[in-house]
């Protein structure tokens, strides 16, 4: 049985960070990782939100801890593209909208204050329109990065991110955990790791994998995403376009809209998600079917329409559905705590862990080597809450 200082279970969006900062701190290190399923209908490992082409990327948030996670990750997208060879960000401006009265208005006022406190310009709907081109709702506030905002790759990121751990020493074990004994990990072909000290990362899977010693309070949802597919032409003519956050007409919540995308099978693609009326995912099982379910159709056609609304003009060659999943903690931050000796815990995105994972893993390494968050200048402690 190979022996390491640390084992990192989960390659994802903060697992894959942590290795490396451990990794790179001169610890020996396992990273458990299972790869991305070619073959969802035939797939019984854990599954991945971030085995996608885009997220968005931005420093103005509806909260400040949120917002300085993000800032410190997007600061370091530029060494990881330089030391990995991959491209992971990509500059086209980030909007970020909302009303002014209302029950949404809370979360204008704080993505506001945010944008304020960090150089963001904000406008007005009809600016929006008029240099953008985008139909916010009227009366609607925005903030616009035209710099620092964007998108990211999720696949490139965890790509360079388990690249430069293994560069530093890390192993990568490409299989999922199984069991935890203490140390041990079990791993999906029967053979075993272990750790002095184990970090479980396993994104939705945590709270209900039995790798921790109790089940952390968190939601895991099923949310479908929706895709527009465009020819080369029109993705021409929104070459310019920023990633997007707003709320639509009358709508309790917001929704997110990526630029256009190419995707591995080569096409041009605008996505947009965002919900709140989801099922919940409660076992393994449940989500294996959600993700081979290929996505809610009724909720794409809802959140096509209100793309449609946001772009006058559009024109789309075919519409598609697709199943995502996110996880809300009780506190709505990460859980980011040591739980003794022998394990920590690293997970809850609450559905932005994608571009502030490096933070996120960099804290998770800190913690894990006994270190504490009191100075790193957050207004939360990232402890976990449990059943």
């Known amino acids: 049985m190979q022996r390491f200082d640390f084992v990192v279970i989960g390659g994802g969006m903060m697992g894959a960070p942590c290795a490396r900062y451990l990794a790179e701190a001169g610890h020996a290190v396992a990273i458990v990782a299972a790869p991305e399923p070619q073959d969802a209908q ?38 990881l593209e330089a030391r990995s060879g991959r491209r992971i960000f990509h500059e086209v401006g ?20 945010v944008a ?21 709702p009227q009366g609607d506030v925005a903030s616009w990065e035209a710099q620092g905002g964007g998108w990211m790759a999720p696949r490139a990121m965890r790509a360079a991110q388990q690249d430069l751990a293994v560069a530093a020493g890390a192993v990568l074990f490409p299989q999922a955990a199984g069991a935890r004994a203490g140390g041990v990990i079990t791993l999906a072909d029967g053979s075993q790791v272990e750790g ?23 939601k895991v949802w099923a949310r479908t995403i929706a895709f527009a597919r465009l020819s080369e032409a029109e993705g021409a003519r929104l070459a310019t376009m920023p990633s997007v956050i707003w709320v639509p007409e009358g709508w309790d919540h917001d929704l997110y809209l990526l630029p256009p995308v190419r995707y591995p099978d080569g096409r041009l693609y605008l996505k947009i998600g965002g ?43 075919a519409e598609s559905a697709g ?26 995105g609450n559905g932005a862990s994608a571009k502030c994972g490096d ?22 402690g990232f402890g976990a809450v449990w059943m």
């Open 196 to 218: 002095g000290h184990v970090v479980v990362a396993t994104g939705p899977h945590a709270a209900s994998d039995g790798l921790l010693p109790a089940m952390p309070k968190m």
């Open 42 to 79: 035939g797939w019984d490992g854990p599954w991945g939100s971030h085995f996608d082409a885009a997220r968005i990327t931005r420093h103005v948030a509806a909260d400040a801890d949120w917002a300085l996670a993000s800032a410190r990750s997007i600061a370091r997208y530029g060494d």
């Open 116 to 136: 304020r406190r960090v150089g963001a310009e904000v406008l007005d709907a009809d600016t929006v329109r008029t240099q953008l081109g985008l139909a916010l």
């Open 359 to 380: 933070e996120w893993g960099r804290l998770g390494a800190l913690v894990a080597t006994g270190g504490g968050l009191a100075a790193e200048g957050y207004g939360q």
């Open 94 to 113: 980030a909007l970020m909208a909302g009303p002014p009265v209302g029950p949404m208005a809370g979360f204008t006022d704080g993505f506001l204050a």
């Open 275 to 317: 919900q709140l009326d989801s099922p919940r995912i409660g076992s393994g099982t449940e989500t294996a079917a959600w993700f081979r379910s290929g996505g809610d159709g009724a909720v794409a056609a809802r959140l096509m329409a209100e793309m449609r609304a946001l772009m006058p003009g559009l024109q789309v060659e």
């Open 323 to 348: 199943p995502c999943a996110v996880v809300w903690s009780e506190t709505g931050y990460p859980y980011i705590e040591r739980l003794s000796d022998r394990v920590s815990v690293l997970c809850g």
